[in-house]
Nanobody, 125 residues
Framework: QVHLVESGGGSVQAGGSLRLSCKAS????????IGWFRQAPGKEREGVGI???????IYAASVKGRFTISQDNAQNTVYLQMNSLKPEDTAMYHC???????????????????WGQGTQVTVSS
């Protein structure tokens, strides 16, 4: 029933920007959190940025000041604006949605029940 579709990934040069989109269907934002996670080959999955239905946000220290998460309730979409991209940002980026009861966002993936297929971000130097 719940379906998350990511888009907006691609290949960019260091210092460039991308905006990722996560379109949700069959999902209610009520008491929930939606966020972005990334995983590079050989590395642990990392929570990048999360937003709760109340608008509270949290970011990984590695992206603070460069990435911004936002949401558009009318379009049922969450965005990740990625600026000043670095080669270490290269990863598969996944959108994820929690179940009910998420009022304070968490960067831990164990709190998220639904995951999108992912979109690849590659940053070259």
């Amino acid at each position: 029933q719940v379906h998350l579709v990511e888009s907006g990934g691609g290949s960019v040069q260091a210092g460039g920007s991308l905006r990722l989109s996560c379109k949700a269907s069959g999902y209610s934002y009520g008491s929930s959190c939606i966020g972005w996670f990334r995983q590079a080959p050989g590395k642990e999955r990392e929570g990048v940025g999360i937003i709760s239905y109340l608008g509270r946000t949290i970011y990984a220290a590695s992206v603070k000041g460069r990435f911004t998460i936002s949401q558009d309730n009318a379009q049922n979409t969450v965005y990740l604006q990625m600026n000043s991209l670095k080669p270490e940002d290269t990863a598969m980026y996944h959108c994820a949605a929690s179940g009910p009861g998420c009022r304070s966002p968490s960067l831990s993936g164990i709190f998220y029940d639904y995951w999108g297929q992912g979109t690849q971000v590659t940053v070259s130097s």
